[in-house]
């Protein structure tokens, strides 16, 4: 009798236990192994290969050109900040080599990227921050109704004919909404991007953005950021560890090689040791 | 005067591209109004991100002592793509270079331009429209 009601038992636990495991796994998608079908239809999608390089003189012309509508408090602040970058006293945007992140990425950039097609993905591979990169999801998902914040983002995206369409929520409230390197403010919370990316000639991309920012903009800014397209290898990407310079190489007691760290200045850059 | 300083006069736009892509210290630090030349020795070229360093053992004026001053650039990836190498400053190099002083007074600054006394080769600067200003997908 035992014997038979601890069977009984078992095989109840277990249907339990299976029944578990399947609503778990209906709540919980996966990403499903792309077909021929999958990379076939990449072959439609336009020609975006290459290494792409800013257009860094459009940035710094853009900063007078093009200034986002910022809350008349944001505005004072943006003013000090340029009349201390004016003065020789430049406030350090990207303290301690954090990622420029989104939108600033885009926005101000000195650093090659390129973009890369994968079913359901599109990534973006950029030579700074070591290497930074921004994952697009395609293959149709929605946001999550809570995302991480994080530097990038969550970002998704689709293709309206041959644009690419990016809408990017749950970007870090501390992070820059930056019009140069020495001049931002923290986004604040609740920041929303929408961008259109687009060939606007063989060697030319442009990259319509729509910043929601509404703790520190009246009203979304619109700007178009340009990045050019580079076939010589010489452009190749490289590493490019941005904490490196953080670090001094040497050696150790015992002959070793090795990454010592360097002091930082209050400002938040290292101070280069190497000279005393 | 090798090719890439003969590509570099040819471009029209006279901003240096220290002016502004320091990345992750503003160009601001930098006088840009003024040009400091010094003759010395190179102790150091630290070929790193997110700048390229030389250090250059000099005395400022003659009879000064010697100070070490730290001159930045771009990084190893922009200035590759105009020739730049890991081995274009040696320990041990003469040579005399043209940066922007720091405003703090201390010895450093940007980076413009080096002559390699011994072999009379010439290094320049990343210029900002040479970086960027159009494609180049022949």
Redesign the interface.
């Known amino acids: 009798m035992n014997s038979l009601f601890r069977t009984f038992s078992v095989a109840a636990s277990a249907l339990l236990l299976m029944g578990t495991m399947a609503r778990a796994q209906s709540s919980d998608p996966i990403n499903p192994p792309p077909t021929r079908k999958d990379w076939l239809a990449l072959s439609k999608l336009p020609d975006w290969s ?1 290494v792409w ?5 459009d940035q ?1 012309k853009q900063v007078k050109t093009n200034v986002p509508p910022w809350t008349p408090a944001v505005a004072k602040q943006i003013e000090f900040l340029e009349a201390e ?2 003065a ?7 303290k301690g ?1 954090l990622p420029e992140s989104m939108p600033a990425w885009m926005l101000i950039s ?3 990227m390129e973009i890369m097609f994968t079913p359901g993905r599109v990534t973006m591979l950029g ?2 921050d ?1 290497n930074r990169l921004r994952r697009i999801y395609t293959d149709g998902r929605k946001h999550p109704d809570d995302p991480d914040l994080t530097f990038h983002g969550h970002s998704i995206g689709h293709w309206e004919g041959d644009t690419l369409v990016i809408d990017t929520v749950g970007i870090m409230p501390e992070t820059f909404l930056a019009v ?3 001049v931002g403010i923290p986004n604040n919370g609740d920041v929303h991007i929408v961008e259109r990316i687009h060939l606007a ?4 991309l442009h990259d319509d953005l729509e910043i929601t920012a509404p703790h520190v903009l009246t009203k979304p800014w619109k700007t178009t950021r340009i990045f ?5 290898q ?2 190749d ?6 904490l ?2 953080s670090f001094k ?1 040497t050696t150790d007691k015992n002959g070793n090689a090795i990454l010592e760290p360097l002091a930082y200045d209050s ?1 938040g ?1 290292p101070v ?1 040791n ?2 005393k | 005067m090798n090719r890439f300083v003969t590509f570099l006069a040819a471009i029209s736009l006279p901003v240096l591209f220290t002016q502004a892509a320091l990345a992750h210290h503003s160009f601001a630090m930098f006088d840009l109004t003024k040009t400091v030349t010094i003759e010395g020795t190179v102790k150091e070229f630290a070929w790193t991100n997110p700048h390229v360093i030389l250090w250059v053992v000099a005395a400022p004026k003659d009879g000064q002592p010697e100070q070490v001053w730290s001159l930045e650039s771009t990084s190893p990836g922009n200035l590759k793509r105009i020739g730049w190498t890991k081995r274009t400053f040696n320990p041990g190099d003469r040579v005399r270079v043209d940066f922007s002083p720091l405003r703090s007074g201390e010895t450093g600054g940007a980076f413009k331009h080096a002559l390699l006394i011994d072999t009379g080769k010439e290094v320049e600067a990343l210029a900002a429209a040479t970086a960027s200003g159009k494609p180049d997908i022949e």
Not at chain 1, 228 to 232: A, G, I, L, S, V
């Open positions: 290459g390089t800013p257009d860094m003189i710094m970058e004016k020789g006293r430049p406030f350090l945007v990207f080599c000195h650093n090659a030579e700074s070591g140069s390197e020495a000639g063989p060697g030319t050019y397209r580079q076939r010589k010489k452009y990407i490289v590493e490019g560890v941005c490196e310079g190489h400002q850059t280069p190497s000279a």
